[in-house]
């Protein structure tokens, strides 16, 4: 089944969004914090984007650069601002296409049935993790913080999959120790030890203080 993200604060139109893919057998999920689209779009994990321009706080070209930063998903524009500026804005901010409201729902069914085929036919949609606003991209290894890049080594970035996938439980020193054995360097306690203070250091320059917690005697956790 494939999960399209809606950013649409008109509730109507949202609805019927939603309405209408249910009937092909797609999940839409509707946006509800519009200050923090970010954080439900990594944890909604789409195939394809659907995003209006005129929202509340940010506008949809601020979200599509955001979104473009962490990932290559399908972004299709929605919007009654249909001249040839915004269309080619939106073009350029990196959407793959625009639907000028009021639209038919088939010519939209159509569209994202086009745009999938294009998509998924030969190439995969990697996940994107979230905590607190920072976006780790599991195609890449890269992780984005403030529109800022964090460059991260093999080894750090396994660390903080790990922990990020778990979120909310400590992972023992002993499962990322063994995240880290399929690195081909010779990994031990204190190789583990070292690779999280670099990774700290790095988080904390960033301005991500305190993101790892230790868990003494234990592991360690976000949360």
């Not at 070209?61 to 269309?87: G, K, M």
């Not at 073009?91 to 729902?105: H, L, S, V, W």
């Not at 922990?163 to 023992?172: D, E, Y």
């Amino acid at each position: 089944m494939y999960r399209i993200f809606l950013v649409e604060d008109d509730r109507g139109i949202a609805d019927a969004i939603a309405a209408q893919t249910a009937l092909w057998d797609m999940e839409t999920v509707c946006v509800r914090d519009f200050r923090n689209v970010m954080a439900e779009f990594s944890a909604c994990a789409p195939q394809l984007v659907l995003l209006d321009i005129s929202l509340p706080f940010y506008d949809g070209y601020h979200w599509c650069r955001e979104i473009r930063s962490v990932s290559q998903v399908p972004v299709i524009f929605i919007s009654s601002a249909a001249d040839n500026l915004n269309i080619v804005m939106a073009m350029n901010m990196g959407a793959d296409d625009f639907i000028a409201k009021p639209f038919d729902q088939s010519v939209l069914m159509a569209k994202i049935h086009a745009l999938l085929r294009r998509a998924y036919d030969f190439s995969g949609s990697a996940p994107v993790l979230e905590h607190r606003s920072a976006l780790l991209n599991t195609g890449d290894g890269s992780l984005q913080y403030q529109g800022e890049k964090v460059e991260l080594t093999k080894n750090e970035y396994r660390i903080l999959l790990g922990l990020m996938q778990s979120k909310g439980r400590t992972v023992s020193r002993e499962k990322l120790m063994e995240l880290l054995w399929e690195s081909d360097e010779f990994v031990d306690d204190n190789t583990l030890t070292v690779n999280v203070n670099r990774l700290r250091k790095k988080l904390d320059a960033a301005g991500l203080s305190d993101f790892i917690i230790t868990k003494h005697g234990v592991g360690y956790l976000v949360e």
